[in-house]
């Protein structure tokens, strides 16, 4: 079955620091992989996707996510933290009914 | 363009009632989702939508039910609400196949 496992509850980083939120997943077929953030009392917002291609992918607010087939990860990263990233992200997984399935969420601080 | 529209915003209903809420896409998109997000379970997906026709299911029970309109507009209703249904229900649509969801702002639930 498609699933899609984000191992990390809450993840605190240090404002300045890179951060990583971690995914990985399990897909029959070639993954469609994304992100997506949530503000407070707001609805998902769109960060990146992967389809096919680089195994780098760059998206919105300077985040990246990096593509590891072998390791069926797509971790989300960003090279230096803003207080303003603090939000709970979703990463999610399209299966082959082309439904989208997504992680339970991590909540990320960022520490002033 | 207009983003996901989601009315109401807010819903206070006591148990055994029935709910309908409702959701208008990007236009121009033709596949309405619909989600359940509650903290303990995280986004569940409830429903999928493409011109008119139900194309994905998630596993919720018959109580939850939806339909869409032929200018793409959708809406999902709850029967008997229990207090489990207490949750934020968002809409996502897009395009085609394969692409990102735009979430709405979704609308907030509570039941009595």
């Known amino acids: 079955a498609q699933s899609v496992a984000q191992p990390e509850d809450q993840v605190n980083v240090a404002e300045g620091n890179p951060l990583t939120v971690k995914c990985t997943y399990s897909?029959?077929?070639?993954?469609?992989l994304f992100w997506y953030v949530q503000y407070p009392n707001r609805g998902l917002q769109f960060l990146l996707k992967?389809?096919?291609?680089?195994?780098l992918v760059k998206g919105s607010y300077g985040f990246e996510a990096e593509f590891n087939k072998s390791q069926t990860s797509f971790h989300l990263k960003k090279p230096s933290a803003l207080v303003s990233d603090s939000a709970l992200y979703f990463c999610?997984?399209?299966?082959?009914?082309?439904?989208?399935?997504f992680g339970k969420g991590t909540r990320l601080h960022i520490l002033p | 363009k207009a983003g996901v529209t989601q009315t109401p915003r807010y819903l206070i209903k006591t148990r055994g009632q029935q709910v309908t809420l409702s959701c208008s896409p990007i236009?121009?998109?033709?596949?309405v989702s619909w989600y359940q997000q509650t903290p303990g379970q995280g986004l569940q997906f409830l429903f999928e939508?493409?011109?008119?026709?139900?194309?994905n299911k998630g596993n919720f029970p018959g109580r939850f039910s939806g339909r869409q309109f032929s200018n793409s507009r959708s809406e999902m209703n709850v029967s008997t609400l229990e207090l489990g249904d207490s949750a934020l229900y968002l809409c996502?649509?897009?395009?085609?196949?394969?692409?990102?969801?735009?979430f709405g702002p979704g609308t907030r639930l509570t039941v009595l």
């Open positions: 996502a649509s897009r395009p085609r196949e394969g692409n990102e969801q735009f």
């Open positions: 897909v029959s077929g070639n993954p469609y």
């Open positions: 992967y389809i096919t291609g680089d195994n």
């Open positions: 999610a997984v399209r299966d082959g009914r082309d439904k989208i399935i």
């Open positions: 236009s121009g998109h033709r596949s």
């Open positions: 939508y493409f011109s008119e026709t139900q194309r």
